[in-house]
């Protein structure tokens, strides 16, 4: 017999497993990507293997078409990428006024991915076979990087700086944003940055965006439902909370401090710790060199070592090791963006495994529908309104 958490009130034993995240629940089957042993693969290929040898446009390729573009396929795609770069002029005023409110800044990316997939004339937009799935996220991929690059800049009280036809998608996002062209080894660390955000499994937001599809809504519905889930500080949102905590920190002489009061308390330490890695995350060891060698070119080494020590006193204390947000807000920052922009950032390259997941959805759907475990009263009498204290 499983183990039991209580008895609902109508006497039946819940199960373990319910109420917990659905951990350990098989929803779906995909061929997408998946954490095996000690690494996660994308469609065959270790994240090891791609971070090292592939570029984002490659990857969001393999994504989407299950194989690895020949060198015309790849010229070709990221032509097409090129080509949609460019944001139609209906959406500056939008992005103008967004700016201007209080909002997260991923809040801001949802309205504006929203509005964004406004534009396309119905019935075209609801439209979710593959081809026409595939040419709206080649648009809203293209797209995404001049859309969070511009929030960013008319936040600051600088213009928005239009894409370079013919440059890469990492290259194109620093030079809108900093308002300067980037170096190769820039433009590489970025797309690196890309490449190993791109997809992972049935996660929060990959999951929350086959769930919207499975209802056959439509395109931009999945987008933006998912971009809500990544917003979420448990999930994309612990990037930028990792470099709030190092300053909150001060210094390595506190940092020993920082996480005795962190255990003492239960609290989550950000970046630390994940649900199905549990010898750590790969994406975290490359991230942990690249921010180091980053961080020593521009005099960040600071922050590196208390990361480095946190790391240590947490697997130390708890046997927890990083996730992918510990290091990546680290390179961020050494490449001048702000913490606000880190989880628009993630969405910058994720949306490229959340169109693959909606794809892998819509050739093979049912709707979800799971159960919900009762636990509530189940002989209640009403008391007419009068009698009520």
């Known amino acids: 017999m499983p183990e039991t958490l ?7 034993s819940i199960p373990e497993s319910a109420n917990k995240g659905l951990e350990g629940i098989i929803a779906c089957t995909s061929e997408i990507s998946t954490i095996h042993d000690v690494t996660l693969i994308y469609r065959g290929y270790t994240i090891e293997d791609l971070a090292a040898k592939c570029g984002f446009e490659e990857v969001v390729y393999l994504l989407w078409q299950g194989v690895l573009p020949t060198k015309t396929q790849l010229l070709d795609f990221k032509a097409e990428l090129s080509s949609h770069a460019v944001l139609p002029p209906q959406m500056f005023p939008i992005l103008e006024a967004i700016a201007k409110t209080d909002s997260h800044s991923m809040a801001k990316l949802r309205t504006a991915v929203s509005y964004f997939g406004n534009l396309e004339a119905s019935p075209g937009a609801d439209d979710i076979s593959p ?11 293209a797209a995404l990087g001049t859309i969070v690059a511009s929030l960013s800049r008319i936040e600051q009280g600088e213009k928005p700086i239009a894409p370079v036809a013919g440059k890469s998608i990492a290259w194109n996002f620093l030079h809108m944003v900093r308002g300067k062209e980037p170096s190769q080894e820039e433009e590489k660390l970025f797309d690196t940055a890309l490449v190993l955000h791109a997809d992972h499994e049935l996660n929060a937001s ?10 056959t809504s439509d395109y931009y519905s999945d987008i933006v439902a998912a971009i809500g889930s990544l917003k979420g500080p448990l999930h994309g949102g612990a990037n930028e909370q990792v470099m709030l905590m190092l ?8 940092v020993e401090a920082f996480i005795e009061d962190a255990v003492n308390a239960k609290k989550k330490v950000m970046g630390i710790g994940h649900r199905v890695y549990k010898n750590g995350d790969p994406r975290g060891r490359i991230l942990k060199q690249m921010s180091l060698e980053v961080a020593k070119k521009v005099g960040l080494e600071h922050y590196h070592r208390m990361l480095v020590r946190i790391e240590e006193q947490m697997e130390a204390r708890k046997g927890l090791m990083p996730n ?10 050494a490449l001048g963006l702000r913490p606000r922009d880190f989880t628009p950032i993630f969405a910058v390259s994720r949306v490229s495994g959340w169109t693959a997941q909606v794809l892998e959805q819509y050739a093979n759907n049912r709707i979800y529908r799971p159960r919900a475990f009762y636990t509530g009263a189940l002989d209640k009498k009403i008391t007419p309104i009068n009698d009520r204290s």
């Open 131 to 141: 081809k026409a799935i595939l040419a709206k996220a080649t648009k809203t991929t």
């Open 6 to 12: 209580k008895t609902s009130a109508s006497g039946a």
């Open 206 to 215: 990959a999951f929350t965006a086959r769930v919207v599809a499975s209802t």
């Open 324 to 333: 992918v947000d510990f290091y990546s807000g680290l390179v961020y920052t």
């Open 247 to 254: 300053k909150d920190i001060g210094g390595f002489e506190q």
